[in-house]
T-cell receptor
């Protein structure tokens, strides 16, 4: 049973370009979470999605960031017009249930975004 | 604002030593506390704790939660170099689906 898959593992973008990060949850999991890890900081929650629905995006910056989890295919975290401050590791996690506070979230290996 | 604080931030021990990592929290509507191990890749799930005083154990690792004093500890006995990693503590609060993470404890086990 494959774990959570993320690609690409490393992504370099120039300022102003768009970044697309992909996440395929574990088989049987329909709940996806995105976290960001800035240097010297802990993991910070960004958004929680179920298939075709954004449930909570309270951790997402208001501009330039969006996320989706379509009926078919991986979840996508999209960052438009990237700036240097977006450089970070972006982790995706999945769980079989959601919203109960007792779910084990399983993490992918992360995408390290570098903005030059 | 919800807070999860881990201590120490970093630790260096010799192989065979026993270590105790600490995690304290101040959150609204606590649900559960989770420990993860992060090497240079995905955080790997270790334990989930929901009830006070009940120890969770897996091999040389064990953990316990104190909901009255709002903290948890992670113990590692007979440490090995493969235990070198960042250990993350995370808490479910409020809505119950966003994990609030501490900054982690970086453990280095030397031969």
């Amino acid at each position: 049973n494959a774990g959570v898959m993320q690609n690409p593992r490393h992504l370099v973008r120039r300022r102003g370009q768009e970044a697309r990060l992909r996440c395929s949850p574990m088989k049987g999991h329909s709940h996806v979470y995105w976290y960001r890890q800035l240097p010297e900081e802990g993991l910070k929650f960004m958004v929680y999605l179920q298939k075709e629905n954004i449930i909570d995006e309270s951790g997402m910056p208001k501009e330039r960031f969006s996320a989706e989890f379509p009926k078919e295919g991986p979840s996508i975290l999209r960052i438009q017009q990237v700036v240097r401050g977006d450089s970070a590791a972006y982790f995706c996690a999945s769980s079989p249930r959601g919203g109960q506070g007792i779910d084990e979230q399983y993490f992918g290996p992360g995408t390290r975004l570098t903005v030059t | 604002e919800d807070k999860v604080v881990q201590s120490p931030l970093s630790l260096v021990v010799h192989e065979g030593d026993t270590v105790t990592l600490n995690c304290s929290y101040e959150v609204t509507n606590f649900r559960s506390l989770l420990w993860y191990k992060q090497e240079k890749k995905a955080p790997t799930f270790l334990f989930m704790l929901t009830s006070s005083g009940i120890e969770k154990k897996s091999g040389r690792l064990s953990s316990i939660l104190d909901k009255k004093e709002l903290f948890s500890i992670l113990n590692i006995t007979a440490t090995q170099t493969g235990d070198s990693a960042v250990y993350l503590c995370a808490v479910y609060a409020n809505s119950g689906y966003a994990l609030n993470f501490g900054k982690g404890t970086s453990l280095l086990v030397t031969p």
